[in-house]
Each structure stands twice: as C-alpha cells, then as structure tokens.
C-alpha cells in the first residue's frame, strides 16, 4: 500500500488543522492506520492509532483531548483533526499502515509496515 498525506501548513497557537492520508492499493480496511509526528532535532514518535475495524483508537498523551483520528474505509483515507494547537506541536507528521485483517480491533503503537512522506505543521506562536 502506498500512502500520500497532505493537509499540513502555518497555523496560529489555538488554531486547527485535519491533516489526511489517502491509501492507494486494495484491502485498506484490512490496516491499522496511525498518525506519528517529528521535530526537528528529535525523535519520531506515536500520536494516534485506529484499528482495522475502525471500532478502536488511542492516542499518545500528548494528543489526547485535542487530536481525533478517524477513517473513511470507502475513500481509502485516515484522517487527524487538531484542535488548540501550540508551538511545540510544530513538527512532520507521517501516517503510517499495520496490516491486521478486516475485524481486528488491534491497535498498535509500532511495528508499522507503510509509511508516507510526511506533511509539515508550523505553529506560530
């Protein structure tokens, strides 16, 4: 499966964005999709994860409360809606696929098998 996600940009602290991921390939709704982020000078790290099934999710503590990932299983795509976004936000984020089966509620924090490009997020203080 190949991943392309877009929807990154400036944004002023307090403000939103919803990053996407579309899939291309066949049998999406048979991955776990998550969100990780970077900074620069940093490691990658976890932000959020949604099961094969879409019925699971979970998220880091620092996206918690303010991020939401969701799936649209016949558009191929993931999405992750920030909300009261501050600086330390500022980072690439990557969405990354973990191949499951269809019903599995798993929701993984590594391991993943397809990674896109990465999409930057700059806020502005």
């Known amino acids: 499966v190949q991943l392309q996600a877009s929807g990154g940009g400036l944004v002023q602290a307090g403000g939103s964005l919803r990053l996407s991921c579309a899939a291309s390939g066949r049998s999406f709704g048979a991955y776990a999709m998550a969100w990780f982020r970077q900074a620069p000078g940093e490691e990658r790290v976890f932000l959020s994860c949604i099961s094969a099934n879409g019925g699971s999710t979970d998220y880091a503590d620092s996206a918690r409360g303010r991020f939401t990932i969701s799936r649209d299983n016949a558009k191929n795509t993931v999405y992750l809606q920030m909300n009261s976004l501050n600086p330390e936000d500022t980072a690439v984020y990557y969405c990354?696929?973990?191949?499951?089966?269809?019903?599995?509620?798993?929701?993984?924090?590594?391991?993943?098998?397809?990674w896109g490009q990465g999409t930057q997020v700059t806020v502005s203080s």
């Open positions: 990354a696929a973990k191949l499951r089966h269809y019903f599995s509620a798993a929701v993984p924090r590594e391991g993943f098998d397809y």
